[in-house]
């Protein structure tokens, strides 16, 4: 008889318990992404919410990774049935996430209840996200038994979230809609349990296996039916749905009308006239009409409405291509025959992108979505108008319009506007704010009238066919007591400027919606009031404190202070350079999958190294390692800092080369800290990844609600250079 070689079977142990952390990493991204899109989509794509639910999956998942005794060992069976749990639950949390509006009775069409919409959201994550940080927990457990260490048990993990990260992009890129990825992921998670299971070949092992890809098949082959049907829950009379690399697309069809929603939220209808008035009233200030640029949302009849005019060129720059080749088929005839019109141009691109080549424009009309995040931030900011301006020939005009309130402007609402108008006036001489439930901002560095007369003779001349403009809604509109009081308003708020680098339109976006649920915030300067910003910087202070404090009196503290701190910062930064990375390029959705990729690979690598360096013969002296990690991760930072403005950081290159390096000092903090002075792997399993995920939570919050958008790039970009030199204080 032959013998087998021990070595053999420990490399195939190895390799086995390797696919169990790869595994738990692929289906944890994947599943999140899945998920948070469903929520994005059911609470109408508020960022915030989506902010949230990031934040609610890293603490869930934190949670998964301390349950239990810290010396207990996993059961192989135990942690196959944890696969097989996840595989049952996420399919069925899409239908939960998807029927969310009708269990808690919401009004079609507005906002829950804010307690309503975390206790749903809540509900939709923590289960799910428990289950993925129980999975670490176990299978790195595992994993260290085979005399193995957990920053390598770290490494695999990462891995597999790099493949998983690259799926869900290149997939969604191919089409493939949001439930099907969820299949595809529940898929995943059923191979493992069954390959976990499959030395134990009986005939009803067997079985199962056959009934579990039959029932895969007829899912697969059914999603988009089963989509649909899920759609109709919420929308009635739903024709059509389809995910986009950017968002989710609706249309309904009821008596002869279309709606259109984006992330839930409508976006246009068939019978409005929102078009008409947007064209019809910012064109009166101009009489040169021969070139026009469109910015996004030509299907909501701005093209319509333009060809009424005497224009010669349209061109019209459309980002998202899936959208448009969907939309055309349930158009009504005139504005898809104006989309046709051989005046007109269409090129899918991005709008700033587009800008760069300097073409001048009599008229640029500006369609971009609200600024409810740092992904439409951008069209809002002095740089983008700027580059309007640049694109503008002598006497020409720009315009965009903005959701606003008709009769009453809170605090909030008067300071984003004020940010918007503060902008703007950086790049153009003339600026006219016309009032209404839509602010329509006219802008010029020529003149611009309010003299009723001159404008109602331009529009008589034009004979222009029209539902709600007309010579006397023209007068009402310039001549009403808003017309003076947003002008003086606007002109003497002293709000900072919205920018690139500081998105202070964004933070006030975001208290302008809670406003909705809490009216006290109407009140105050919003969210970040001075009293607000002070008790945030009172509690960074405390924290802080606290640490000095617990470094010096418990090594246990001290290791899981400096993991935290990595969490916290390696978040930070990798939100930030996402953000630089959006307001450069266009949208970020597009390429967040090779991003995310890039962070997970450094992560990766990081833990991977360390790991080698410690058990290696050529090793060092640990304290110095961990030393020279954090001094080069200090270095990045600053690095990051001098290079966050120059044209050559913008690339998707050199932000993925720094998100690699994010993801590779993170990583390799934690493994140093796993390793160093340790002699039981398996007991730090607990404390050190979940003391990772809970600093990853707090820095995802704390950089979008609070660092990004109040301090700005810059300045968060130093405090991160100081916080990291500060962690060498916690080197065991």
Excluded at 365 to 386: G, W
Aim: proline share 3%; charged share 15%; with cysteine.
């Amino acid at each position: 008889m032959y013998s087998v070689n021990p070595n053999f079977i420990k490399l195939k142990t190895v390799i086995r318990k390797s696919v169990f952390l790869a595994g738990v990493g692929f289906v944890s991204i994947l599943g999140q992404v899945v998920i948070l899109r469903e929520l994005s989509e059911a609470f109408f794509g508020i960022e915030l919410i989506y902010i949230l639910s990031l934040g609610a999956w890293l603490l869930g998942t934190a949670i998964g990774a301390v349950i239990g005794k810290k010396s207990s060992f996993p059961n192989r069976r135990n942690i196959k049935n944890l696969f097989f749990l996840f595989a049952l639950i996420l399919p069925a949390d899409i239908l939960f996430i998807r029927g969310i509006r009708k269990i808690f009775g919401a009004v079609p069409g507005a906002f829950m209840p804010f307690t309503e919409q975390i206790l749903g959201l809540l509900a939709a994550l923590i289960p799910l996200s428990i289950i993925t940080g129980l999975l670490f927990q176990w299978t790195a457990k595992l994993f260290i038994s085979e005399k193995e260490t957990l920053a390598k048990a770290y490494s695999f993990e990462s891995a597999g979230g790099v493949i998983g990260g690259l799926t869900s992009t290149l997939l969604l890129s191919a089409g493939l809609q949001n439930f099907t990825l969820a299949l595809l992921c529940s898929s995943v998670s059923m191979s493992i349990f069954f390959y976990a299971s499959s030395n134990k070949l009986k005939f009803t092992f067997k079985i199962s296996l056959i009934v579990a890809a039959l029932i895969f098949i007829v899912l697969f082959a059914s999603s988009r039916s089963i989509d649909r049907w899920m759609t109709s829950w919420n929308y009635e009379g739903a024709a059509e749905s389809l995910d986009t690399p950017y968002n989710r697309i609706t249309i309904t069809s009821a008596a002869g009308q279309y709606c259109v929603f984006e992330d839930g939220a409508l976006c246009y209808e068939s019978e409005g006239v929102s078009a008409e008035e947007f064209v019809q009233l910012s064109t009166l200030q101009t009489n040169r009409l021969n070139s026009v640029l469109v910015l996004g949302g030509g299907f909501h009849g701005i093209i319509f409405e333009l060809l009424k005019l005497p224009v010669d060129k349209i061109n019209y720059v459309e980002i998202n291509r899936p959208m448009t080749k969907l939309l055309m088929d349930y158009l009504p005839a005139e504005i898809y025959n104006s989309l046709l019109n051989k005046k007109v141009k269409i090129t899918y691109d991005d709008p700033r992108k587009y800008l760069n080549n300097k073409k001048l424009f009599d008229v640029i009309l500006i369609n971009m979505p609200e600024p409810t995040s740092a992904q439409t931030n951008r069209f809002y900011t002095k740089e983008f108008f700027s580059e309007c301006s640049m694109n503008l020939a002598p006497k020409g005009i720009a315009a965009f319009k903005i959701q606003s309130s008709e009769n009453l402007w809170t605090s909030a609402l008067q300071n984003r506007n004020s940010s918007i108008y503060n902008a703007l006036k950086i790049s153009f001489k003339n600026i006219i704010v016309l009032p209404g439930t839509r602010n329509i901002f006219i802008a010029s560095n020529d003149s611009l009238t309010g003299d009723t007369k001159v404008l109602i003779d331009r529009f008589n001349s034009r004979q222009v066919s029209a539902k709600l403009v007309s010579p006397p809604y023209i007068s009402y509109i310039y001549s009403n007591d808003r017309f003076a009081e947003i002008q003086n308003i606007l002109s003497t708020n002293g709000t900072e400027a919205n920018s690139d680098f500081k998105p202070a339109c964004y933070g006030l976006t975001i208290s302008i919606w809670l406003s909705k649920f809490f009216p006290q915030l109407n009140s105050s300067t919003g969210v970040f009031s001075s009293a607000a910003k002070s008790l945030m910087l009172i509690a960074i202070a405390a924290v802080l404190i606290l640490l000095i404090y617990l470094k010096g009196k418990y090594v246990k503290a001290k290791r899981a202070a400096l993991v935290f701190g990595a969490g916290f910062i390696g978040m930070v930064m990798e939100t930030l350079l996402l953000i630089l990375y959006q307001t450069k390029n266009g949208i970020l959705y597009r390429d967040i999958g090779a991003l995310l990729m890039m962070f997970m690979l450094g992560l990766s690598l990081g833990a991977f190294a360390v790991d080698n360096l410690f058990i290696s013969e050529r090793n060092i002296k640990p304290t110095l390692a961990g030393r020279i990690l954090i001094l080069i991760f200090f270095a990045a930072n600053l690095g990051a800092y001098f290079l966050e403005g120059s044209e050559y950081f913008s690339g998707i290159i050199p932000i993925g080369f720094a998100l690699l390096l994010d993801g590779f000092f993170v990583s390799g903090i934690f493994a140093y800290a796993s390793l160093n002075k340790i002699e039981n792997q398996a007991e730090q399993v607990k404390p050190l990844y979940s003391a990772d995920l809970i600093g990853g939570c707090v820095g995802s919050v704390a950089s979008s609600l609070f660092l990004i958008p109040v301090l700005g790039l810059p300045a968060t970009l130093l405090i991160l250079a100081a916080l990291t030199l500060y962690l060498m204080s916690f080197l065991a």
